[in-house]
């Protein structure tokens, strides 16, 4: 007979948001155990692109990256125009960002977790909540380890906070009837690796059209193209397509990323000999696509809570910085000493989100409405980039590399604008 296991926090998921709710929490004390369906280094499709607000996040969680590569720039390219913006100097993040591949990425926030006290378990795919019966409150999951008979009995993890970090399947969320928002943008990314010589680069390029057929002889398609490069001769390059619904859209992106590959520079090495691995898409849960992120002791962090920004597809800093919140308010909770009292803390971890990131995602949302449309995109693209004090403000509002408190004339418009909008 196997014996229920005991936590203070039960965390579903070793990804970025999940790791650092898992720091955050053993920090203080509290006995965190984390389970995670794959087993490490695992890989995920992903940019690879850490901005500079994801690399403020990793400064707070104290890793180590010697090594890695630095950024210093963005690049954009299109409507002829190649134009090249240095990241900000601000007082909330660093003027840099960095670039690390995500099978290593997740490893080492994984790790730093573990450093912290966290109880890590590899390979413990989680099959559903155990739920109180007369209350509803999730109070456990059920997991079943990797290679287990499938005719015995899950595990059973029990703790008063369960957190789901699953990513965009977001299964036990959806378990217990939190479903996607269709009405909330939603993006697919597609990506691979070549071997290059640009690997090197302290940059990361962005390709703002892209052609079904010859560039500027074809018909334009909604999205974006990114080349960023990793250091030790690789690059991780791949196209993101947006979408202001979650609507397929009917877009073959396997086909799309094959003709840009066909009309890039031949010295850039983006050649089927030079690929490493396969050409993979995933979706991208954006603006707040599913909610509550708090209810009946179970919080929503990262892409489980569609937390991805959809002005530019990133994921890693908004799934940090919610399991940074929500550790804090799950500490703050554990220290009440009634479940009334607990739930009306971790109800402000909901509210904590929609003030740093509801008007910025609402901000998001309407982009997302104008430029899946591709002929509006090519005039902000034909005429913007030429003029380098727009593409500086539009760089900060894209990249969410703005102060909240104290910036320059940008940070205060972009401020006051989310501010004037309905929070997401």
């Not at 990361?204 to 002889?217: A, F, Q, V």
């Not at 018909?219 to 030790?232: A, D, H, K, R, S």
């Not at 000999?273 to 179970?298: C, K, T, W």
């Amino acid at each position: 007979m196997r014996l229920d296991e005991m936590a203070d926090v039960i965390v579903v998921g070793a990804g970025p948001g999940g790791s650092a709710t898992a720091h955050y929490l053993a920090q203080t004390g509290l006995t965190v155990i984390v389970l995670e369906k794959g087993t490490f280094p695992r890989d995920k499709i992903c940019g690879d692109g850490l901005t500079p607000r994801a690399v403020a996040e990793i400064i707070r969680m104290g890793i180590n990256t010697d090594g890695w590569i630095r950024n210093y720039s963005l690049v954009a390219h299109g409507g002829g125009h190649r134009i090249e913006v240095p990241w900000p100097e601000l007082n909330s993040m660093p003027s840099y960002g960095m670039a690390r591949a995500r099978g290593q990425f997740d490893h080492d926030l994984a790790k730093r977790a573990v450093e912290s006290g966290a109880d890590l378990r590899e390979g413990m795919t989680v099959t559903g909540p155990i739920i109180h019966e007369r209350s509803g409150r999730v109070i456990g999951v059920e997991a079943r380890p990797k290679g287990a008979d499938r005719k015995a009995p899950p595990l059973r993890f029990l703790a008063p906070v369960v957190v789901d970090a699953g990513g965009v399947s977001a299964r036990l969320a959806t378990s217990v009837g939190r479903e996607k928002i269709v009405n909330r943008p939603m993006g697919v990314a597609t990506r691979t690796y070549f071997r290059s010589p640009r690997a090197d680069e302290p940059i990361m390029e962005s390709h703002l059209e892209l052609w079904d057929g010859e560039p500027g002889r074809s018909n334009l398609m909604p999205g974006y193209g990114w080349v960023f490069p990793l250091g030790e001769g690789l690059v991780n390059v791949g196209l993101g397509s947006l979408s202001s619904t979650a609507k397929p859209t009917g877009i073959d992106y396997r086909r799309l990323f094959d003709t840009w590959m066909s009309n890039v520079p031949e010295e850039w090495g983006f050649t089927p000999e030079n690929q490493v691995g396969q050409v993979r898409g995933a979706a991208l849960p954006m603006a707040f696509n599913r909610g509550p992120h708090y209810g009946n002791g179970l919080l929503l962090v990262g892409d489980a809570g569609g937390m991805v920004s959809p002005f530019n597809g990133e994921g890693i800093a908004y799934a940090m910085q919610s399991g940074r919140l929500a550790a804090d308010f799950i500490a703050q909770a554990l220290a009440r000493r009634t479940l009334g009292q607990q739930d009306r803390v971790l109800r402000q971890y909901q509210e904590e989100l929609r003030s740093e990131l509801g008007g910025y995602y609402t901000l998001g949302r309407i982009f997302a409405s104008l430029i899946e449309k591709p002929e509006i995109m090519h005039l902000c693209v034909h005429y913007g980039l030429p003029r380098p004090t727009l593409m500086r403000l539009v760089m900060k509002l894209l990249s969410d590399g703005y102060d909240r408190r104290d910036g320059d004339w940008m940070d205060r418009l972009i401020t006051a604008l989310t501010k004037a909008v309905p929070s997401a």
